[in-house]
């Protein structure tokens, strides 16, 4: 990103000091249900699931969710709402000038959400449910932007003024864009379209007529069909933005976009000195280490304990000091930004805070960051690192505010492990001291908005409103031994054996909530417990082994004997390498610690299966042996989702059905199965 220069802060700081908003009433998307600005309103689900968002859960290297024009002083990013009663989204691609008053101008709005795609079997792509990062990338002179848009179901490459509102699309290819770059001179599009392999779509329609042979290729919990992760091929053209005219590339161009996203940890002065963070071993999952080099054309390694777990790094404007984000303190809780000058051994730290920085990026003396707050959904902030102080730069969610929110303490703790905990309370709205209240534990990740847990399926703050203390919690994550940790599977193994990292997860939780009924906040008669994957395990492993809970809500469930028979030949392979065992042996005394099949009548709790399509056959087994052991299971299949779901209806129809079981089995109030909201 471009420094912005000295006269151009000046006024930046006066557009700051005017405390800048992002003026939504202004922008298209509505604030309906956000509450009236006459006073703190209930938060209802209907409500939260109309917050406004920029940017994905968790940002994609090397693919920023706002970047800043060629002179710094414009930011452009997309935001999105959605839409319940019409179960799609608003999404409008807004530029910010830093350095007026003017409100937020909207250049492009419309289109279809595009979701991220993740590597699957066989190399190829499969769908998450999570939003992809839209990442718009600016001509040379400033006054266009580049972005991916979705309409009529492809997905394509558009243009946009940045003074005014006007887009086109410029590629019209029959095939989806899934990505596309700039070059260094910000003249030529690089942009690659997926499609199937058409050799291998002809011989699956050829085997059709005479039936599939049951191999690798199927994933029965995914489909019917060997086509669930069916090979693809990718193609590179490049788009001259002078002639308008397009070519195709050759496979070599794929080096462009693995550099962009190894350029993520790498830094650049003007004079051409380089920064850099690398594996520090060669642990999977393991941190990394900061190295530059100095003036005189040395490397220099920073071998202090602070230059590791670098998440963004950047020069100053002088080129000599080197400015890095990482996590430290009590479980790495806190996110700091530091400073270091290569050749010396210890860096300052500038910056430290509980907040969640996401996506930070230089801007004069300070730098520009996505932030979150424990109740502040996400919001562009700009950092003076000189004088320690955040100025708000867009926030699409100003009303949010109004309504009335739980108090959250920050707490904490070890678990019987020894490993460092933390996690948030959140207390009920109008908490009255020497009162108990029902609790629902949150997982498994508590940095941030404390909006609905992983996957975002329980309404943190709705249930605050309704009179429910919520623990979210931060999972606790071992330091895996060196010889365990030098593949994913090995890693997943030593974290397997003796359910080891289950215990220390359901540990953690353990502990809290006892510290919570022991400091008289928590009735102990009313604990629920919920988790979407991981956090669904953790779910699973405590109706079995917890005396806990008396509720549970979960959502990619679950493990069971049979599992081999929908995960098909492939996936069990890997998951034998781990440790699991072979349907052969079904019998075997492993499954007494987290089988609901064969454990059915020793569950302690009924639980809630809340299942996107794509998984729900993983969920059948267990959920009919509940049935039948008589422990009040429930299970809804939520139609065209995958592993995180999408869709703005689906999103609060989880809601509320978790706002209904728990009032139910926690505080005995109305109808477990009830479908009525609380809109």
């Avoid at 700051?16 to 908003?21: N, P």
């Avoid at 161009?253 to 830094?267: M, P, V, Y």
């Avoid at 080099?293 to 490397?299: F, L, N, P, S, T």
């Avoid at 609901?596 to 709790?605: D, M, P, Q, S, Y």
Wanted: some cysteine; charged content about 20%.
């Amino acid at each position: 990103m471009s420094i912005i220069s000295k006269p151009a802060m000046a006024v930046l700081l006066v557009f700051f000091a005017q405390t800048a908003t992002a003026e939504s009433a202004d922008l298209l998307l509505s604030h309906s249900g956000i509450g009236p600005a006459d006073g703190r309103v209930a938060l209802t689900a209907a409500a939260l699931s109309r917050l406004i968002d920029i940017g994905p859960i968790s940002p994609t290297a090397g693919v920023p969710m706002f970047t800043a024009s060629p002179d710094g002083k414009k930011i452009a990013f997309q935001i999105r709402q959605g839409d319940p009663e019409s179960n799609s989204y608003n999404l409008q691609m807004v530029v910010v000038d830093l350095t007026s008053t003017q409100k937020p101008l909207i250049v492009d709005e419309g289109g279809e959400i595009i979701l991220l795609k993740t590597g699957g079997l066989n190399g190829t792509a499969s769908n998450t449910g999570v939003p992809a990062t839209i990442s718009p990338q600016w001509d040379s002179s400033g006054s266009s932007i580049y972005f991916l848009k979705r309409s009529n179901g492809r997905s394509q490459i558009w243009r946009a003024s940045s003074n005014r509102r006007e887009s086109e699309q410029i590629t019209s290819l029959p095939d989806d864009v899934d990505d596309f770059l700039l070059t260094d001179d910000r003249q030529t599009l690089i942009y690659t379209s997926v499609h199937q392999d058409l050799a291998h779509t002809q011989q699956l329609a050829g085997e059709a007529k005479i039936g599939y042979r049951y191999d690798a290729r199927f994933v029965p919990l995914y489909s019917n069909v060997p086509e669930s992760f069916a090979p693809s091929k990718r193609r590179f053209y490049a788009l001259s933005l002078k002639s308008g005219n397009s070519v195709p590339l050759d496979s070599s161009t794929s080096e462009l976009f693995e550099a962009r996203t190894k350029s993520a940890l790498l830094a650049t002065t003007r004079s051409g000195w380089k920064a850099w963070a690398t594996a520090s071993d060669g642990r999977v999952g393991g941190s990394n280490t900061l190295s530059a080099v100095d003036e005189r054309g040395q490397i220099r390694r920073c071998t202090h304990p602070t230059c590791t777990g670098i998440e963004a790094l950047w020069w100053t404007a002088d080129g000599k000091r080197v400015r890095y984000v990482t996590r430290e303190g009590w479980a790495n809780s806190a996110t700091a930004i530091y400073e270091w000058s290569p050749g010396r051994q210890s860096p300052n730290r500038i910056y430290s805070t509980n907040d969640l920085l996401l996506d930070c990026q230089p801007s004069g003396s300070g730098v520009l960051c996505a932030r979150e707050q424990s109740i502040h959904p996400r919001h562009i902030v700009y950092l003076d690192l000189e004088h320690d102080t955040p100025s708000t730069v867009f926030d699409p969610n100003p009303s949010f505010q109004q309504f009335a929110l739980g108090q959250v303490e920050r707490l904490r703790w070890r678990n019987s492990f020894g490993l460092e905990v933390f996690g948030d309370l959140v207390y009920p709205v109008g908490y009255q001291r020497g009162r108990r209240y029902p609790l629902v534990v949150v997982q498994y990740v508590s940095r941030g908005f404390l909006r609905g847990g992983v996957g975002d399926e329980v309404p943190i703050q709705v249930f605050a409103n309704r009179g429910f203390a919520v623990l979210s919690i931060q999972r606790p994550d071992f330091r895996i031994p060196d010889d365990a940790a030098k593949t994913r599977i090995t890693r997943e193994r030593w974290r397997l054996r003796g359910f080891r990292d289950r215990r220390s997860v359901l540990s953690a939780i353990e502990v809290a909530v006892r510290m919570l009924v022991n400091r008289g906040i928590v009735s102990r008669q009313q604990v629920g417990i919920t988790g979407l994957s991981d956090g669904s395990s953790t779910v699973q492993f405590a109706a079995l082994n917890s005396n806990y809970f008396k509720a549970g809500s979960v959502s990619g469930c679950c493990w069971d004997p049979f599992q081999d028979a929908f995960f098909g030949p492939s996936i069990s392979d890997t998951y034998h390498q781990i440790g699991w065992p072979a349907l052969v042996d079904y019998r075997s005394a492993f499954w007494r610690r987290i089988s609901l099949i064969g454990n059915a009548h020793r569950v302690k709790f009924p639980i809630l299966m809340q299942q996107a399509d794509a998984e729900f056959r993983g969920a059948v087994a267990s959920y009919t042996a509940l049935r039948q052991a008589g422990k009040s299971p429930e299970l809804y299949v939520y139609p065209g989702e995958y592993h995180i779901k999408w869709q703005p209806a689906h999103r609060l129809a989880v809601y509320v059905r978790n706002l209904t079981w728990f009032d139910y089995w926690l505080r005995n109030i109305g109808n477990p199965v009830s479908d009525s909201s609380d809109n």
